[in-house]
Nanobody
Framework: QVQLVESGGGLVQAGDSLRLSCAAS????????MGWFRRAPGKEREFVAR????????VYSDSVKGRFTISRDNARNTAFLQMNSLNLEDTAVYYC???????????????WGQGTQVSVSS
């Protein structure tokens, strides 16, 4: 069992940066692929980024590539999402999730956090 708690969301202006954190409980954090997803108002949840269990492999959606960076600190049981050059389309609730698969699809993520709101204003 893994419990995930996101933090770091807030209201920012376009062009600003935010860093989201995802704190995980349990002693097996380093065995999980970690992912970030988001759900914008009126839209379906979408994949943002994922990072392999040891942090060597990262994958990004086209919409955030070059602006967002996913990372993890296994010693602190925490995953991060650094978000730069935020724009209005990045407004959403952001969720972190954990999967045992190395290349998980969205339905493979077994554990989810409660989400943190990111709002970008012009």
């Amino acid at each position: 069992q893994v419990q995930l708690v996101e933090s770091g969301g807030g209201l920012v202006q376009a062009g600003d940066s935010l860093r989201l954190s995802c704190a995980a409980s349990g002693r097996t954090f380093s065995s999980y692929t970690m992912g970030w997803f988001r759900r914008a108002p009126g839209k379906e949840r979408e994949f943002v980024a994922r990072i392999s269990s040891l942090g060597f492999i990262t994958v990004y959606s086209d919409s955030v590539k070059g602006r967002f960076t996913i990372s993890r600190d296994n010693a602190r049981n925490t995953a991060f999402l650094q978000m730069n050059s935020l724009n209005l389309e990045d407004t959403a609730v952001y969720y972190c999730a954990a999967a045992t698969q190395a290349r998980p699809g969205e339905n493979d993520y077994r554990y989810w956090g409660q989400g943190t709101q990111v709002s970008v204003s012009s």
